[in-house]
């Protein structure tokens, strides 16, 4: 019974994780985080979107746990968290690279 309790608590972070690659902007962003630390300005050279929603985008993820920044000086660098949702991501480029 443990480990059916387990299991779908598993499934629910897991879920939640998806739902939250589910976007397409976020997905692109944690793409090049994949590769390394960026700031938000890297980051708006990299997709070509605004400060503003790059920006929002990364507070979601940051609040979800899915990215780390640090401060230094005037930039906020950020990366991913989780080692493994770093290969997740670069396991689904190789894939998807068609």
Request: proline share 3%; hydrophobic share 40%; aromatic share 4%.
């Amino acid at each position: 019974m443990q480990d059916l309790v387990e299991s779908k608590k598993r499934c629910a972070r897991v879920a939640a994780l998806l739902k939250s690659l589910a976007h397409p902007q976020r997905l692109f962003l944690l793409c090049r985080l994949a590769d390394g630390e960026m700031t938000v300005g890297d980051l708006r050279a990299a997709c070509d979107a605004s400060q503003p929603l790059i920006s929002q985008h990364l507070t979601r993820m940051r609040r979800e746990g899915l990215v780390l920044a640090r401060r230094e000086g005037n930039h906020v660098h950020y990366r991913i968290a989780d080692p493994r949702l770093a290969g997740l991501i670069r396991t689904m480029e190789k894939t998807f690279n068609e």
